[in-house]
């Protein structure tokens, strides 16, 4: 009987980590590629708000807790982790900046392949971070990507929008590296605080962290958005 409940409990976690695996490809092609459309229709604005969709799963996590014990907490994260995820979001909110930037002067191609780079920076601060150790596999990825990256920028004028100047297509370049190699140190970052965090790595938690990350990067952009007077 207890194996069969603990096998059960294992396919519902992996079925669990496929949708959510699911949900997270789906985020980051469709965010790209609308962000795209924004731009190829002429749009002219970088800063971009968002609204933290996963306070819905948060809500039904606490229900369930709230069934299975009356008592149970409504927040589990401990202000240590607060200011940690707080840290987080900020950087995330500037790196969605340099990322929109970027997506704005280069061609969608062009960028994406930029970011995917961001493979390399992660492999670095990762095992600077928290120790991730370095195969074969991840040093060929690396290497390619990165070198793409590099051949992309060395050849500036062959796919360069129309009308768009050496120093503003230079500007998009650098600005979507500057996006990759953040978005390099971010995920090492979010990893290193779920090993620092001194209590269960739950679900909820996990989603507590990302609730908070998401708040702070809304609230940059809110900020940058004023400044630029977006909301006129």
């Not at 229709?41 to 306070?55: A, E, M, Q, T, Y």
């Not at 060929?140 to 297509?169: C, Q």
Request: glycine content about 6%; overall charge positive.
């Amino acid at each position: 009987m207890d194996v069969e409940k603990s096998t059960g409990v294992a396919v519902e976690k992996w079925i669990f980590l496929i949708i959510n695996c699911i949900i997270l490809a789906i985020g980051n092609c469709g965010g790209s590629l609308i962000m795209c459309l924004y731009f190829i229709h002429d749009g002219k604005r970088i800063w971009f708000s968002n609204w933290p969709v996963i306070l819905i799963p948060l809500i039904v996590s606490y229900t369930r807790r709230r069934r299975a014990n009356p008592r149970a907490k409504l927040i589990l994260m401990k202000p240590r982790l607060f200011v940690a995820a707080a840290v987080i979001g900020i950087l995330t909110g500037f790196d969605n900046y340099l990322y929109a930037y970027g997506v704005a002067k280069l061609p969608f191609s062009t960028s994406a392949l930029i970011i995917a780079s961001q493979l390399a920076f992660t492999a670095v601060f990762a095992y600077l971070l928290v120790k991730q150790k370095l195969t074969a596999y991840w040093i060929n990825a690396v290497v390619l990507l990165t070198v793409g990256a590099a051949v992309l920028g060395l050849h500036t004028s062959g796919d360069r929008p129309d009308g768009e100047s050496n120093k503003e297509y230079l500007t998009g370049f650098f600005m979507t590296v500057a996006a990759a190699v953040l978005y390099g140190l971010i995920l090492p970052m979010v990893e290193y605080t779920y090993k620092k965090a001194k209590q269960p790595v739950t679900y909820t938690l996990v989603m507590e962290i990302q609730l908070v990350m998401c708040f702070l990067a809304n609230d940059c952009v809110h900020g940058g958005m004023l400044i630029n007077k977006d909301f006129q």
